[in-house]
Antibody
Framework: QLQLHESGPGLVKPSETLSLTCTVSGGSISSSNYQWGWIRQPPGKGLEWIGT???????YYNPSLKSRVTVFIDTSRSQFSLKLSSVTAADTAVYYC???????????????????WGRGTLVTVSS | QSVLTQPPSASGTPGQRVTMSCSGSSSNIGSNTVNWYQQLPGTAPKLLMYSNNHRPSGVPDRFSGSQSGTSASLAISGLQSEDEAGYYC???????????FGGGTKLTVL
């Protein structure tokens, strides 16, 4: 069974770069039907999509974070990673990695959803 | 301020039917399908409904979804205590060219 696991520092200083890695185990990261994504959730608040990447390296980013975000993938290691630069306290959140299924049905309507999630990792931005 | 609007809270008693709304616009719900995620306390979100009204394998048929115009709804019939959770809607937004979530509805089973 495919699993995702986030790893990285739990504490980052303001103005520095947050770096997280998601390791995919029990299945292939190189499938054309799947994207790999990052979603975050500030304490007590809702979900926010950060960005997604295909195994080919094609990326999609949240426009509000685009200037600070980089998502990249290493298929040889079955990992994809997130870098968020110039962090502030507002970036304190639980960060989830997730698999996003994407396809088109017989009517050519897009079908896309996050079907598998990691457990999440809390990243606190503080000096 | 979320692009998709959900009531912050909802409640019901065991056995009751409850519905939750998700309001958007022509650039998101009006032109793309809606997914719903359930988040039990202290856990990661879980896919509950995709493409407006399709249940993934393992999701009970007590859960149903619908979409009309620029709004979507999630209904839970035969409410159970284990349904107490946060519920989030999500859809692609063509204007923003990105995925947007609702602010979430916290369901309390009284």
């Amino acid at each position: 069974q495919l699993q995702l696991h986030e790893s990285g520092p739990g504490l980052v200083k303001p103005s520095e770069t947050l770096s997280l890695t998601c390791t995919v185990s029990g299945g292939s990261i190189s499938s054309s039907n799947y994207q790999w994504g990052w979603i975050r959730q500030p304490p007590g608040k809702g979900l926010e999509w950060i960005g997604t990447i295909y195994y080919s390296g094609t990326t999609y980013y949240n426009p509000s974070l685009k200037s600070r975000v980089t998502v990249f993938i290493d298929t040889s290691r079955s990992q994809f990673s997130l870098k968020l630069s110039s962090v502030t306290a507002a970036d304190t959140a639980v960060y989830y990695c997730a698999r996003r299924y994407r396809a088109f049905d017989i009517a050519a309507v897009e079908v896309a959803y996050f079907d598998l999630w990691g457990r999440g990792t809390l990243v606190t931005v503080s000096s | 301020q979320s692009v998709l609007t959900q009531p912050p809270s909802a409640s019901g008693t065991p056995g009751q039917r409850v519905t939750m709304s998700c309001s958007g616009s022509s650039s998101n719900i009006g032109s793309n399908t809606v997914n719903w995620y359930q988040q039990l306390p202290g856990t990661a979100p879980k896919l509950l409904m995709y493409s407006n009204n399709h249940r993934p394998s393992g999701v009970p048929d007590r859960f149903s979804g619908s979409q009309s115009g620029t709004s979507a709804s999630l209904a839970i019939s035969g409410l159970q205590s284990e349904d107490e959770a946060g519920y989030y809607c999500a859809a692609w937004d063509d204007s923003l060219d990105g995925l947007v979530f609702g602010g979430g509805t916290k369901l309390t089973v009284l």
